[in-house]
């Protein structure tokens, strides 16, 4: 096989000179960009640009599609990449064949041009990847990451306007921690907020890690390590005391909310079933059962779950009630169904009815909060409230926890190992739970049972 490597000048850039390359040479400064052409290493040149950078590259020809090719060698320097280093290292090339030698030229321009991605390209072609459907631990096709469009939110709001035109592989850890900085001081993204930081630090990890894995190697690290750390985030305490528990469900009965009758069912069904918003929300006929017998439950299949397992919750008489008025005169197949159609409610409906809405920093509809005179709180509060006053009535704290779809790791003063709670122990504790669940009904009756401790400003009644 003919391996014969042809090399030689090419036409004009001939005209810049062929010398024997010195070290001496390529530090000279030059009002204009020339090229150097090595007498004693044909094919061998150096471009020296007018701020006196000196770039040794290779012109060969390919014998596959006959054309000259360049190949890049690198940058010169006294120490470390001399010109005797770049003729050492055509030597090697040539010595390698015709064949070989454009494929390893074709293989360093392929790396090239992954590493000359911009954040931009790698975060919607990340977005993408999450949200491709692959099949789940219960059989359903769903984007491979459930909580895509979160992440999607967080890559194009905090990191795109400030890194998106960058090249990805030239992020360093400065610029990463300058705009987690600016985040928290307000100087972009909107008002300060550390959490939003932290959203910007997660998406960012998840980006630049999934961006160097093998295959891709768009970058060759990630940029996010070693960041400074961020001050620590205050957990919220609100808990509703028994005062405000009987304002509060007293005033969701009244004849003139502004918000939809399943809403605020779906509001208490939170409070005495322990729940997260998007546990109970999209709730389904088909996922209750014996409703009229002594046990009933709802079971929240894993899709639904934030930590993807599934929950069989006991339902107490009280959640029952909550449940059977949210299905009265309705066919639909979701308990707390939207007014919209036989669909599950927005996830953020509940927090938004506490809230209310504004358009322009005027209210247009009042939030529950407003209109019982009530400090403002959330729906996860409700959630908290509710394993306070089972703290109070003196159960367990694991068994709260299980109330709750938390992890339990302590039994009293006994430490439980992680490990039997997430790979061993996958009973769901219904007996216990369901004590747990009938407690807190039997306490929230007892002290909605008496009337309001004062009676609601008729200021802030709203019109019927």
Known sequence: MDTTTTTEPAGKRGRNGSVILTDRLCE????KRVKFYDRKCPGLYVSITTAGVATFSFKFTDRTTGKQRTGWLGVYNPETFTVEDARSRVYGLKGMGGEALAETFRDQKAEKAKRGKTVDEIIEERIEWMKTPVK?????????????????????????????????????????????????AGKHGGKPSVANARHMRRAASGLFNWAAEAGRDYVTASPCVNLPKLDPEHPRTRVLSPDEIRIFWHGLDRDDPPWDRRTCLALKFELVAMLRSGELLPARRDELFDLDGADPLLHVPLKRVKKRRQIQQPLSDLAVEIVREALRGSNKQYVFASPLGDQPMNRKVMATALRGTKVKGKVKTPGICALLGLKPFTPHDLRRTAATLAGDLEFDDAAIAKCLDHAVTKKGDAIVPTVTGKVYNHSPRIKEKRAVLDGVAAELRRIIGKPPVKAVDQKLRLAA
């Open 28 to 31: 000279k400064r030059a009002t």
């Open 136 to 184: 789940k631990p219960d059989g359903e096709m769903r984007p491979r990451i459930e909580s895509w469009e979160s992440v999607a939110s967080h890559l194009r709001r905090f990191i795109r306007p400030r890194l998106g035109k960058k090249i990805a592989s030239e992020v360093t850890k400065h610029d990463i921690a300058t705009l987690s900085n600016d985040i928290v």
